[in-house]
């Protein structure tokens, strides 16, 4: 089985620019999409991204994602930064037998 | 409007066993995977079981592998997940999830499963 390694806690301040990573173990990431999910305490999570790069309806387009194939990582790049960004944030990826999530990355905006 | 509601969790001794249920409504049910998802207090989310539209296609996390087992019934539009000889480390909430292709979706507002 592979991994996903997140940093467990990333900050910015109101207005700025940060960006998650999500570097995989084992196998490209590259050959199975990436999906990023946003959980406020006490909420269920909800998708920001998913197939790697794509927004759902609702989504600002300050969410944006990519992949990059040289250092086998996804990022999840959040501009233009709102207190109400501040969550916890998790990839999703999977192979033949397994979904894994990695191991969720708290942002505070202050 | 999708909705996806758990029930069944509780407290249980270790070795026990319990039988969440997750109601779909909304949606054609038939049609989707379903997913099971657990969070334990303070930690990250874990993915737990998958099945597929047809129920042809199981995969368990090899944390729950022998113990667990998802079966879904679309007449119930219901997914299920029973799970045997459980450990204090099965201590998490349990969300149901959709996924039509790669994104899980839509998720279950969780229930809290106690062993101890």
């Given at each position: 089985n592979f991994m996903l390694t997140q940093p467990h806690s990333v900050s910015e301040s109101p207005g700025k620019t940060v960006t998650v990573s999500c570097t995989r173990s084992s196998g490209s990431i590259a050959s199975n999409y990436v999906q990023w999910y946003q959980q406020r305490p006490g909420s269920s999570p909800t998708t920001v991204i998913y197939e790697d790069n794509q927004r759902p309806s609702?989504?600002?387009?300050?969410f944006s994602g990519s992949i990059d194939a040289s250092s086998n990582s996804a990022s999840l790049t959040i501009s233009g930064l709102k207190t109400e960004d501040e969550a916890d944030y998790y990839c999703l990826s999977y192979d033949a037998t397994h979904w894994v999530f990695g191991g969720g990355t708290k942002l505070t905006v202050l | 409007e999708v909705q996806l509601v758990e029930s069944g969790g509780g407290l249980v001794k270790p070795g026990g066993s319990l039988r969440l249920s997750c109601a779909a409504s909304g949606y054609v049910f038939s049609t989707y995977s379903m997913n099971w998802v657990r969070q334990a207090p303070g930690k990250g989310l874990e993915w737990v079981s998958s099945i597929s539209s047809t129920g042809n296609h199981i995969l368990y996390a090899d944390s729950v592998k022998g113990r667990f087992s998802i079966s879904r019934d679309d007449a119930k539009n219901s997914v299920y997940l029973q799970m045997n000889r459980l450990r204090g480390e099965d201590t998490a909430i349990y969300y149901c999830a959709r996924r039509?292709?790669?994104?899980?979706d839509y998720w279950g507002q969780g229930v809290l499963v106690t062993v101890s």
């Open positions: 609702g989504v600002p387009d300050r | 039509p292709f790669f994104d899980f």
